[in-house]
């Protein structure tokens, strides 16, 4: 904003734009101490003068009304800016009258005589402060520039100054007074623009030093802003910051929200002020910050009633989504895991966290004896990580003991984990179980399933009114995962193809949605067998999700799917064998992380060495399904899925396949149907590169 920038001291100069275009009208120059974009700022609140639309601004600004930015609806304030022509009339759905070459004169003129006046005006208020006049004069002066263009930051930040000076110098009366006055000011200033980042962040800062402050009065403020505008954040941040200072009970607020959304069910900052009300109010003792299941049940049957009043507003199936969710969870320790022939030992967390070094963040004690160990990520960038390595020390693992015990103590005991190591065992481990600890859905009470059985039939009955509405099949999908998800499984993916066909430029979001939950069900699955294999082949998988619950496994299938690129996660498996990758998209083996257990490696019929078909600098991706395409958010922050938006460039030469040099048991390497078989050298280079490996090409 133009009020950030210090004024440079610069007169009777035309500024000129990068395309050459002087940006000063004739016959005006700069007064000194203002700065060339503060001015192109000023030409766009008085009119357009001289500044093509085509070219970018500087400084982004909030049109005030009118034309021109300057005839300020709703506003009374006496200024010599807005009262010299009458307001323009609308022109949507109006034939443009033409004008003579004398009224575009006589408007030339009167446009160049306002921004002479605001130009004096701004020169006399800089001078002002460049004097220290700290006076009402220079108070008023500032009434005349932000009366029109509140978004003027470095006039507000002045007015403080003026305030503060006034504040010392009078009885606590007269500050009352003046405080009175400034707010009274303020409100004249958000009717010219309601939302107005510096207007409603001074009017904080005058309510912080009001001897006695009106809070009821600030509630009706608020109230009156935001029944013109539901959704002005602006005035819904500053109604939360007048309920914490007045200590506005939270049923009185929720009672508020129930008012306008009983008046407009679109109301999304009601739905998300009703989520932040709902915790405070009847918070539950097992998921901090998320509401009783009583409510959850309330607020379940006030929701369905919005989306069947309008299935196409998105505010209630967002407000739904969060009910069917839960809190996220602290960090926790969910794997340990140690190896002797390693001498390593191995921690995996449920979510990324940061072990610093020299901290007590990560403990570890060997047969009950603290070890002073170095801690380190599997890639050794040490950054935020779902798993955390320490090599032992020899004497940690001896064989004179029938066992060792490992315990690791995370967070000063809040989360801790022992792991026992047999005598003539290579490697010990304890781990969490997913379905006993709840890892992807939450254990229902009969009452909530029956609700959320009778929600599934009604968005049923709804869809089969509104078969494009792409809320109601995703929330279909939401509530058959939260009721059974290995139960509901065919008929989920049954619904994402609906759901691809109703929202196709969100397709692949909702590819990797479904990866998603492909992943927990195989997850599932094996849990309940207690299998060390997993086969995800032929899912049509584009996303590898939740590999912090798969340290143990030994055998990865993946063949089959559209993977384009194997992520970094992948070092978790820290046990894996043999992973199977045929029939993918994968180009590229770039940031293939170590993993010290792999023996076979097969990525037939994959693309690499394809050169990629935009060249060396791959197009940015669109459809990941963020909140500025209409899903509100990505796979959510619990779900750690490595989105493959893009594939790098592929690889060049063979070579570049040096990632699978970094594994010291790999004994097999099944490359055929790449194009990289198709080099006359490929075999020599791989052979020279892995030397101890069985390379199949063709």
Known sequence: MPGFLAPCPIEGQSPVTSQGITATPPGVSLPPRIAPRDLVYIFRVVGEIAWPRHLPLLNPIMHLGGEHGVKAWGSSHPSPFTQSSPPDPPQHGRLKVKTTEEQAEAKRLEREKKLRQYVAATTAIFEKRKMGQLDKEALELTNQILGVNPDFATLWNFRREIILRLEGEGSPEETQSLCRG????LETCLRVNPKSYGTWHHRCWVMGHVPHPDWARELELCAKFLESDERNFHCWDYRRFVVQRAQ?????????????????????????????????L?????????????????????????????P???????????????????????????????????????????????????????????????????????????????DLPASALNDHWPQHTFRVQWAGGESQKECVLFKGRSDGWCRDSVTEEQVFRCELSVEKSTVLQSELESCKELQALEPENKWCLLTIILLMRALDPLVYERETLSYFDTLKAADPMRSAYLDDLRSRFLVENSILRMEYAEARVVDLSGRGLTV????????????????????????????????????????????????????????????????????????????????????EEGWGGGLGPSSHCTLLDSPPPGIQRPSDLRPLASFPRLRLLALQGNPLGALPDAQSQLAALLPRVEITLA
């Not at 939270?250 to 009983?262: C, G, N, P, Q, V």
């Open 182 to 185: 400034e707010l009274s000011f």
């Open 248 to 280: 506005v009970p939270a049923a009185d607020e929720l009672r508020f929200t129930d008012h306008l959304i009983t008046r407009n069910f679109s109301n999304y900052s009601s739905w998300h002020y009703r989520s932040r009300l709902l915790p405070q």
């Open 312 to 390: 196409n507003d998105q505010s209630a199936w967002f407000y739904h989504r969060w009910l069917l969710g839960r809190a996220e969870p602290e960090p926790t320790i969910l794997c340990v895991y140690v190896s002797r022939e390693d001498s390593s030992l191995a921690v995996a967390f449920s979510q990324p966290v940061v072990v610093t070094p020299g901290s007590c963040d990560l403990l570890l004690f060997a047969d009950e004896a603290p070890l002073a160990v170095n801690w380190r990520t599997p890639d050794g960038r040490n950054r935020p990580g779902l798993m955390w390595l320490c």
């Open 282 to 310: 009847h918070p539950d003792p097992r998921q901090p910050g998320r509401p009783t299941e009583a409510v959850l049940l309330k607020e379940l049957e006030l929701v369905q009633n919005a989306f069947f009043t309008d």
């Open 544 to 627: 590898l999700c939740h590999l912090e619950q798969l340290p143990l496994i030994t055998h990865l299938n993946l063949a089959g799917n559209r993977l384009r690129r194997l992520p970094p996660t992948l070092a978790m498996l820290r046990c894996l064998e043999v992973l199977e990758l045929e029939g993918n998209q994968i180009e590229t083996l770039e940031g293939l992380p170590p993993l010290p257990r792999l023996e076979e490696f097969s990525a037939r019929s994959n693309r690499i060495l394809q050169p990629p078909p935009w060249g060396r600098e791959p197009p940015r991706a669109a459809g990941r399904g963020g909140a």
